[in-house]
Nanobody
Framework: QVQLVESGGGLVQAGGSLRLSCAAS????????MAWFRQTPGKEREFVAT????????YYADSVKGRFTISRDNAKNTVYLQMNSLKPEDTAVYYC???????????WGQGTQVTVSS
């Protein structure tokens, strides 16, 4: 079992940057593929990015490719999402997710709000 806690959300102007963090409990963090998703009211949860257990492979949604970077530090049990060149359409609640095999994520954090003003 792993518990996930996101942080780093907030209000930023368009064109700005934020870095989200997701801290995981337990000693098996490196056994999980990790991902970030986002959701806005009335819409389904949307995939943003994923990273392999070792951090050697990453994959992004087309909408964020070239602007967002996912990374992980297995020694710190933490996964990050660096978000640059933010747009108002990036406004959402961002969720961290973990799973033994991507794209089956069965552990979720509580979410952190990101608001991008125009």
């Amino acid at each position: 079992q792993v518990q996930l806690v996101e942080s780093g959300g907030g209000l930023v102007q368009a064109g700005g940057s934020l870095r989200l963090s997701c801290a995981a409990s337990g000693r098996t963090f490196s056994s999980y593929a990790m991902a970030w998703f986002r959701q806005t009211p009335g819409k389904e949860r949307e995939f943003v990015a994923t990273i392999s257990k070792s951090g050697g492979a990453t994959y992004y949604a087309d909408s964020v490719k070239g602007r967002f970077t996912i990374s992980r530090d297995n020694a710190k049990n933490t996964v990050y999402l660096q978000m640059n060149s933010l747009k108002p359409e990036d406004t959402a609640v961002y969720y961290c997710a973990a799973g033994f095999v991507a794209p089956s994520y069965n552990h979720w954090g509580q979410g952190t709000q990101v608001t991008v003003s125009s």
